[in-house]
Nanobody
Framework: VQLQASGGGSVQNGGSLRLSCTAS????????IGWFRQVPGNEREGVSC????????YYRDSVKGRFTISGDNAKNTVNLQMNMLKPDDTAVYYC?????????????????WGQGTQVTVSS
């Protein structure tokens, strides 16, 4: 089982990006999927997660109202729409299968950590 994050790039403060998480070997909608980010030298932090069937979602406080997580069953992807981006959002973003509930998300990936995608927001 492998998850691959894509869609990163460089934008200016206030810009938008849409990240996609794709899977090989299983249907994403059957599992809870989370987005994480990591800045070199810092610990990886959970950003958002979505339950199986999209029944509920979770967002860390700093991204509420700016980021939206959603599933696309036709494409077997989980997307993270990021609006009003700030320089503090700059990081490598990863997706992973993790526990998720409306109050929080797990920190341990069930499948390890694939290659992330770089998001850079300039001021």
């Amino acid at each position: 089982v492998q998850l691959q994050a894509s869609g990163g790039g460089s934008v200016q403060n206030g810009g938008s990006l849409r990240l996609s998480c794709t899977a090989s070997g299983f249907t994403l909608d059957d599992y809870t999927i989370g987005w994480f980010r990591q800045v070199p030298g810092n610990e990886r932090e959970g950003v958002s997660c979505i339950s199986s069937r999209g029944r509920f979602t979770y967002y860390r406080d700093s991204v509420k109202g700016r980021f939206t997580i959603s599933g696309d069953n036709a494409k077997n992807t989980v997307n993270l729409q990021m609006n009003m981006l700030k320089p503090d959002d700059t990081a490598v973003y990863y997706c992973a299968r993790v526990p998720c509930d409306p109050q929080g998300m797990g920190e341990v990936s069930l499948d390890g950590w694939g290659q992330g995608t770089q998001v850079t927001v300039s001021s």
